[in-house]
């Protein structure tokens, strides 16, 4: 997550690296900002609960208003 962060970074797109707890495991990911839509990125689990591409780690999402 901080290796990715840091190459989007040096790209110019913004990018957090976020902590919390997946299945009781402690686990970081990220959340990048492209085209107007940010993105949850996580290279090592695959997330079931949101609308991901096919065997993507990138998953969109909208934030509330």
């Known amino acids: 997550a901080v ?5 989007c970074r040096s790209q110019g797109i ?4 976020e902590k919390g707890y ?16 940010w993105y949850i990125v996580d290279f090592t689990i ?11 780690a990138v998953c969109s999402y909208h934030q509330g208003s």
């Not at 290796?3 to 190459?7: G, N, Q, V």
């Not at 997946?22 to 970081?28: A, D, E, G, L, M």
Request: charged letters at 10%.
């Open 3 to 7: 290796l990715f962060a840091a190459m």
């Open 14 to 17: 913004p990018c957090s690296i």
């Open 22 to 37: 997946y299945k009781n495991i402690y686990h970081s990911w990220n959340r990048a900002y492209i085209d107007n839509v």
């Open 46 to 56: 695959y997330y079931n609960n949101c609308h991901c591409f096919s065997s993507s």
